[in-house]
Nanobody, 115 residues
């Protein structure tokens, strides 16, 4: 089992920045990849970015060049640095961990981009 705890969401103006954090605990040795998904009202949950244990990254086209995913293995934490935020980035952001067989999810953190 893997437990995930997110933090860092909030309200920000368009063009602003936020950094989300996701701390993992439990069977962290089994984690193959971690990532961030988001779900806006009335829309399906979508991948924002993920990073493998080897450091390979993948981003949604809509966030490339604006968002950066990184991980601190010593702290078992994954970060999502979000710059140049747009109103369409407004959503609940969920941390995800995949151990090759199961997906684990955090509780979600709200990000609202509005003036």
């Amino acid at each position: 089992q893997v437990q995930l705890v997110e933090s860092g969401g909030g309200l920000v103006q368009p063009g602003g920045s936020l950094r989300l954090s996701c701390a993992a605990s439990g069977s962290i040795f089994s984690i193959y990849a971690m990532g961030w998904y988001r779900q806006a009202p009335g829309k399906q949950r979508e991948l924002v970015a993920h990073i493998t244990s080897g450091g390979s990254t993948k981003y949604a086209d809509s966030v490339k060049g604006r968002f950066t995913i990184s991980r601190d293995n010593a702290k078992n934490t994954v970060y999502l640095q979000m710059n140049s935020l747009k109103p369409e980035d407004t959503a609940v952001y969920y941390c995800n961990a995949f151990d090759g067989a199961y997906d684990y999810w955090g509780q979600g953190t709200q990000v609202t981009v509005s003036s």
